[in-house]
């Protein structure tokens, strides 16, 4: 702060000093003409001292933003002739330049990014990809305000060596013009004679001319990628879609909404992984084990307390008709009535137009689209522990129809991962009856939310039977005495090539099944994008408008991350739908600044924005607002006054950067917040609209008044009490 303080009182120093001396008179025109004769006779006497001298003001005048540096300009070419007089304005202007945006950078970089954090990490973002090719276009044009130039484009991360090249190439047209135009002082009346409408315009065209050559350039790379095929004269579909999951149904939906001709394929079942296997079968059971529990507690309201007997073959057929209930939702029938094709079967890319569809029911079908989308979605990863295929597994996709003949749970269940997933069905089958460890290689669960989260979901599946073994790794799987086990170990402390430095002992825990719950990855094998040369590294690579090489296939959902949710491959199937068809009007980059999730277990975890962690990493200079629900009337009739409210904003302001909410409806909850950081609602909108008594949606009015409280205008209050003192007389 000393230093930063320090530097501002020698800036405003250096350019009072320039006022005081009168050297913005000797920077006007008539100044300089009047100034010549004298200026020549120094040159004679002592010219490398001039040209030094010279070279030094330019840089200070420039690096200060004072008025002044075209009149310089100028005065290099009648002092020095053009060449000598174009090199000395080229380097000393660019140099200049450089010193004003490291200034800018130092003393404001900091202060706005703690400010605006999520606009200047987008400004980031577009800087890093072509910022170099902005900054050209503009110092092409001498109309812009060099000096605003460098102060905003200082508060960027463009790199100092990009910024001073990019300017010295981009300002040497405009700085000949000027140094040339210095070489004739005597004849220029004005600098409004220099830059006149034509030379002007002259400019504007010479600026237009990057934009021009990078819109021909990406034609040329467009036209490159497709060199090697034919693409059809006519097209039998306007798209076509590969996958029936979220992502493909929403994209096919909005298609066929549109009326375009749209062709949907799946080889397995409608609805994809969300309907059949993750999201719809796990929020079923785990409703089954919270009743179970409910039952354990009935104590907690007024009843008594009983163990719940159930077959748990009847609770894996309620699973199953939930998902049958669901499943017309997203039926063959109701999406041929919306008017989209739905072929069973596997597709095959061909060629970037055509799609080969080897058909359920036998047979082959070719089809051509001008549009591709593919929307593959992903499968559970199995790690390659040594016997794990010998003593069997079974992940959140097989499970099901696994365990759906089974009239008890499993015995001992080991769940091999602490993230979501895991976290959800260990205290769902714990809750259920199975004996359930579930084993996290990292230091806490869920390891994406803040510690204090994760503490809270660790006591809360402890609490429900769950024994959780933290900061260990699965080694192998083996059976021994016809019982399976699996090994595992400590993780101690690494050296620096990641290897463990003291081994550590290992522990064999013993199991009936094992849910192996370590993540997702993308369906990428069997589409025919190796043959294609689509670019995969884990997921497909795709630009912000979800454009893979070739800009006709697109991709959405799980295939293409970064998150692997259910509401943001419908999210994404938009932008596919709609790039897909328009785009060659009018293209749109998919909007990831509001994404929320929700953790099913009990209570539940719902964030959207930043949490704690995130805004430290971040720079960002922020406060914490926490509600706690057992302050909630509502929480407490329904005796789970258990969780918080914690909203994440910048010092001082209501804006919302991020929120975190445990609680029993938490999911639910987070609308309200994602809807107000969606449209840049802050917490004084939120204290001021209406919610019903007694809801659980009061607690986000409640954790708006906390903020509110917080920031209450105290010398002003402390008035109206000195008012209301005197009113009282």
Request: glycine share 8%; proline share 3%; with cysteine.
């Amino acid at each position: 702060m000393i230093k930063r303080i320090s530097l501002i009182l020698l800036i405003l120093i250096l350019a009072a000093s320039f006022f005081y001396f009168d050297l913005n008179q000797l920077l006007t025109l008539e100044g300089l003409k009047g100034s010549m004769a004298q200026f020549d006779a120094y040159k004679a006497q002592s010219p490398l001292l001039v040209i030094g001298g010279f070279f030094l003001l330019y840089v200070v005048v420039t690096a200060l933003s004072l008025p002044g540096a075209t009149i310089l300009t100028l005065a290099a070419g009648a002092l020095f002739g053009l060449v000598q007089g174009l090199l000395i304005a080229s380097f000393a202007s660019s140099i200049g330049a450089t010193l004003a945006f490291l200034t800018s950078r130092y003393l404001l970089r900091d202060t706005i990014k703690q400010r605006f954090p999520e606009r200047l990490e987008a400004i980031d973002k577009g800087v890093k990809k072509e910022g170099a090719f902005y900054l050209f276009t503009l110092r092409l044009v001498p109309i812009f305000p060099f000096f605003l130039i460098n102060l905003l484009m200082g508060v960027t991360a463009i790199k100092s060596w990009t910024y001073y090249w990019v300017s010295q190439v981009g300002m040497l047209a405009g700085t000949f013009v000027f140094v040339n135009a210095g070489t004739q002082l005597a004849q220029v009346e004005s600098l409004s004679g220099i830059l006149s409408f034509d030379l002007i315009v002259s400019f504007a065209l010479l600026g237009l001319f990057p934009l021009i050559a990078k819109s021909l350039l990406n034609a040329f790379k467009k036209r490159r990628v497709y060199k090697n095929y034919n693409k059809p004269k006519k097209f039998d579909r306007n798209m076509i879609v590969i996958g029936a999951g979220a992502g493909g149904l929403v994209t096919s939906y909005i298609a066929a909404t549109v009326r375009a001709k749209v062709t949907l394929i799946e080889a397995g079942e409608m609805g994809g992984d969300c309907l059949n296997y993750g999201c719809v079968p796990s929020k079923a059971i785990i409703k089954s084990a919270k009743v179970a529990e409910q039952m354990r507690d009935g104590e907690k309201y007024g009843l008594e307390n009983t163990t719940p007997h159930f077959s748990f073959k009847k609770v894996m057929a309620r699973v199953h008709d939930v998902i049958a209930e669901i499943a017309p939702h997203d039926s063959v029938e109701r999406y041929t009535d919306l008017g989209v094709e739905v072929l069973k079967g596997y597709a095959k890319l061909i060629d970037p137009w055509t799609v080969e569809v080897t058909l359920n029911e036998g047979g082959t079908q070719t089809l051509t689209a001008r549009t591709i989308v593919l929307a593959t979605g992903a499968r559970p990863f199995v790690p390659p522990l040594p016997g794990i295929e010998e003593t069997g597994y079974v992940t959140s996709d097989t499970l099901w129809e696994k365990f759906a003949t089974l009239d008890e749970t499993p015995k001992k269940l080991v769940v091999l991962g602490g993230g979501p997933i895991g976290s959800e069905l260990a205290q769902a089958f714990a809750r259920l009856g199975s004996d359930v460890t579930q084993i996290e290689r990292s230091a806490r669960l869920m390891k994406k939310e803040d510690k204090e989260v994760s503490e809270f979901a660790q006591k809360a599946l402890e609490a429900s039977g769950v024994k959780v073994v933290t900061s260990h790794q699965a080694v192998r799987c083996e059976i021994r005495d016809g019982k399976k086990y699996i090994i595992i170990q400590q993780l101690g402390d690494e050296d620096q090539s990641g290897q463990q430095k003291d081994q550590q002992p290992e522990m064999a825990l013993e199991y009936d099944e094992l849910l192996c719950a370590v993540g997702r990855s993308a369906r990428l094998e069997g589409y025919g994008l190796e043959a294609l040369g689509i670019e995969t590294d884990r997921t497909v690579v795709t630009n912000e408008y979800l454009e893979t090489l070739y800009p006709n296939i697109y991709a959405a959902g799980d295939i293409v991350g970064p998150y692997q949710f259910t509401h943001v491959a419908s999210h994404q199937g938009w932008y596919a739908a709609v790039n897909g068809l328009f785009g060659h009007f009018k293209k749109f980059k998919v909007d990831y600044r509001v994404i929320p999730w929700t953790t099913f277990v009990d209570p539940e975890v719902a964030r959207v924005g930043l949490n704690e962690q995130e805004a430290i990493d971040k720079g960002i200079d922020f406060e914490v607002t926490r509600y706690d629900f057992k302050e909630l009337d509502r929480a407490i009739t329904d005796s789970a006054a258990k969780g918080f409210i914690k909203v994440i904003t910048p010092k001082g302001k209501d804006k919302i950067l991020g929120v975190t909410i445990v609680a029993e409806h938490a999911g639910d909850l987070m609308s309200e917040f994602v809807l107000a950081m969606k449209h840049g609602l802050g917490l004084n909108k939120i204290l001021g609209t209406i919610h019903t008594y007694p809801t659980w949606a009061e607690g986000n009015k409640y954790v708006a008044g906390e903020w509110k409280r917080n920031h209450a205008p105290e010398t002003v209050l402390s008035w109206l009490e000195k008012y209301h003192t005197w009113r009282r007389g």
